[in-house]
């Protein structure tokens, strides 16, 4: 069938036969962007143009992780009609073939992406998934200028405002990020991450009563997200209902409700769940508060986590099964991931070895934690941690502090009482409505024997701040 000229979303060409094809690639364009459900609708684009370059690529993308000889066919079959395509789609091919290629370099690949969006700056998918390969780099400050470099012809666009408030919230430049969230919901009112942006700087700012309110105000239009946007957007407010001094009931709730729940779904996508679950989860164990119906529940999700089609699919929650399972026992089958996990980092190239060695070194600290060898956990850490140093385990700021509170308990835990007491003191410097850190600074005092004067200040705080509730 002879080809006409025809126009994805961004109104680029592309060279495709039917209008459905290009439908369908519209349809994912906008399932990405929303953290939709229904991604796989870009398989049908190469159903109803079995020859369109951009439907196979983008069929391929999305099947890379999950079954790659199939995806290895849309490859092939956009390979070999190439020829055909527009500047477009070549552009695509190219920056999505490395992407998914094996031993990749990460950089290359970014820095290919930012080419296509020197030439298409509206291809705000391309954008997208720059987005997520900084995020596994760890490394916000690269990505937001790209996302300022396509800006000026995407102001009012959705989606482009919650794109870019994420690198700058992860900066922690919070107001430029709060008016880059507020920017999106204003253009669209059911952009799940610009939502979820405003709830990380409103976090960020103890402003717990706040976030609540928002994100149950919005929460309407999450059941059409991914399983992943929805039970993360719902663990941001377990998360501040948790920090703000709530009742326990209240993130009980959240987690039934509104997460394990999730699992019920005909389309739910389990491991994007139990990411959010164990994040939970783990926070409440550093709390010291891993009790009661919390511990059945963990062993609930513990004794799904032993099946292995939900091992290797992300570091981070690879690090959080290995921290569940070593939890309720089952040290064996955490030491055949953590050991799965060095395999896996030793079949790299020499520059991936080296990032990926943190990763590594956390997985086997948390492996120690969870055991209460709280000693070798504390030696594996080092004595200047910082998880931030470690995203690129792919964890955002606040997924990843859990791990700094581990630390911040591992010290006292091994008694070294002066060193935790500077390390809380730096961190209530930056967040200073935290009562947790409050508490953890009153025990670090009360250790060191004599300093009763500011043990008992800090926990006057940290009861005013409990008793004044948030809620």
């Not at 690949?109 to 291809?123: G, I, N, S, T, W």
């Not at 995020?135 to 690269?142: E, I, K, T, V």
């Not at 935290?434 to 006057?460: C, D, I, Q, T």
Request: charged share 25%; glycine share 4%.
């Amino acid at each position: 069938m002879e080809k006409t000229p025809r126009y994805v979303q961004w109104g680029y060409e592309v060279n495709a036969s039917s209008d459905d094809c290009i439908d369908a690639i519209d349809s994912y364009f906008h399932q990405v962007l929303s953290y939709g459900r229904n991604k796989k609708v870009i398989l049908e684009a190469p159903l109803h143009d079995k020859d369109c370059v951009l439907g196979n690529i983008l069929a391929a993308h999305y099947l890379s992780s999950s079954d790659h000889s199939r995806a290895s066919s849309y490859v092939e079959a956009a390979t070999s009609n190439l020829e055909q395509s527009t500047p477009y789609e070549k552009a695509v091919f190219e920056t999505v073939t490395y992407l998914v290629s094996e031993d990749r370099d990460d950089d290359l690949a970014f820095e290919m992406h930012m080419q296509l969006l020197k030439r298409f700056p509206k291809d705000l998918v391309s954008l997208k998934r720059a987005q997520i390969l900084s995020f596994y780099m760890g490394q916000p400050g690269p990505f937001l200028g790209l996302v300022q470099q396509v800006l000026p012809v995407n102001q009012e666009e959705s989606y482009i405002h919650g794109i870019l408030a994420f690198p700058l919230l992860e900066l922690g430049r919070m107001e430029e990020a709060a008016a880059a969230s507020r920017k999106g919901y204003e253009i669209n009112k059911e952009d799940a991450w610009a939502h979820h942006c405003l709830c990380h700087v409103l976090h960020h700012d103890c402003r717990y009563k706040e976030a609540v309110e928002f994100m149950k105000e919005v929460s309407e239009s999450w059941p059409s997200c991914s399983s992943f946007m929805y039970t993360h957007n719902w663990w941001h407010v377990a998360l501040c209902y948790l920090e703000g001094g709530s009742s326990m009931s209240k993130v009980e709730e959240i987690y039934d409700a509104h997460i394990w729940k999730e699992l019920e779904k005909e389309d739910a996508v389990p491991p994007e769940v139990y990411v959010n679950a164990l994040g939970l989860l783990l926070r409440l164990d550093v709390r010291d508060a891993l009790d009661g119906s919390f511990e059945d529940r963990l062993k609930l999700l513990a004794a799904r986590l032993t099946d292995q089609a939900n091992w290797y699919l992300e570091w981070h929650l690879d690090i959080l099964i290995v921290w569940a399972l070593a939890k309720v026992g089952e040290t064996s089958r955490a030491h055949e991931l953590l050991e799965g996990l060095k395999f896996r980092v030793s079949k790299m190239n020499k520059k991936k070895q080296q990032v990926m060695q943190k990763g590594i070194q956390l997985c086997e600290a948390v492996y120690e934690y969870a055991k209460s060898n709280y000693k070798q956990a504390l030696e594996l850490l080092g004595s200047d941690f910082n998880a931030i140093g470690y995203k690129i385990i792919g964890a955002s700021d606040e997924q990843i502090d859990v791990f700094n509170e581990m630390w911040c308990q591992l010290l006292l835990k091994t008694c070294q009482a002066s060193a935790a007491k500077e390390v809380i003191r730096e961190r209530i410097k930056v967040r200073d409505g935290v009562p947790f850190m409050w508490r953890l600074l009153e025990k670090s005092y009360a250790m060191e024997g004599n300093a009763e004067a500011e043990a008992e200040r800090a926990g006057e705080r940290a009861k005013k701040l409990e008793e004044s509730s948030y809620f």
